[in-house]
């Protein structure tokens, strides 16, 4: 089976800060890494992916994240955080495949502090 | 760019009664899915559907559920007799199509519904 922790329902930063999201993975086949954001009232939009090759992913908004194996890791960072950034963030992880269910962490909800 | 659509945006309904929940997915995808988000939880996983039929569908994907692609372009969600816990925001997705998305589900913007 699969799943996700994310540590750190809450996390706030002040603006311009690194911002780092913490995602651990369990998966017993090679994964396929996500992390989705979703703004107040809106849907669930695609950040960046892990599948395969280099380990280090860069997606939308400024956004990356490095997929260690070793450490069962897929944190999100950026170099610094924009009040527009304020929204909550999921890890998600399938198995290899986008036609497998995904299985969703509990999300962490970031705030920007001015 | 291509997107997932859904209507309706938010949906009130009575308990017992029954509602349908619309989709259009990316038009070139063969993989459908919805998920649910009860207010402050997790995404969660209800079922999966490819080739006219479902391909896995998690515990909460009871008899009161089901899902069907009636055309070429929309998929649905019905729910029987709606209860209390049904209450929750609905998540259409898809996949599939070219190589370069077979990896990756979109999202649509979710359907709010309301039992009461």
């Known amino acids: 089976a699969q799943s996700v922790t994310q540590l750190g329902s809450h996390v706030s930063v002040s603006e311009g800060a690194l911002v780092l999201l913490r995602c651990n993975y369990s998966?017993?086949?090679?994964?396929?890494l996500f992390w989705y954001v979703q703004y107040p009232n809106q849907g669930l939009q695609l950040l960046l992916k892990y599948t395969t090759g280099a380990t280090l992913v860069k997606g939308i908004n400024g956004f990356e994240a490095e997929f260690k194996k070793s450490e069962t890791s897929f944190h999100l960072t950026k170099p610094s955080a924009h009040m527009s950034d304020a929204a909550e963030y999921f890890c998600a992880v399938s198995y290899s495949g986008g036609y497998q269910k995904v299985t969703f962490g509990t999300g962490t909800k970031l705030q920007v502090i001015p | 760019e291509p997107e997932v659509t859904q209507t309706p945006s938010h949906q009130v309904t009575q308990m017992g009664q029954e509602v349908i929940l619309r989709c259009v997915p990316i038009s070139n995808h063969l993989y459908f899915y919805w998920y649910r988000q009860i207010l402050g939880q997790k995404v969660e996983f209800l079922v999966s559907?490819?080739?006219?039929?479902?391909?896995?569908k998690s515990e909460i994907f009871d008899d009161q559920f089901s899902v069907e692609r009636p055309d070429g372009s929309n998929f649905t969600l019905k729910i029987r007799s709606t209860k209390l816990e049904d209450s929750a925001m609905y998540f259409c997705?898809?996949?599939?199509?070219?190589?370069?998305?077979?990896?990756?589900?979109?999202f649509g913007p979710g359907t709010r519904l309301t039992v009461l």
């Open positions: 997705a898809s996949s599939g199509g070219g190589l370069a998305q077979q990896d990756t589900q979109y």
């Open positions: 998966s017993s086949v090679p994964p396929y």
């Open positions: 559907f490819y080739n006219n039929e479902i391909s896995e």
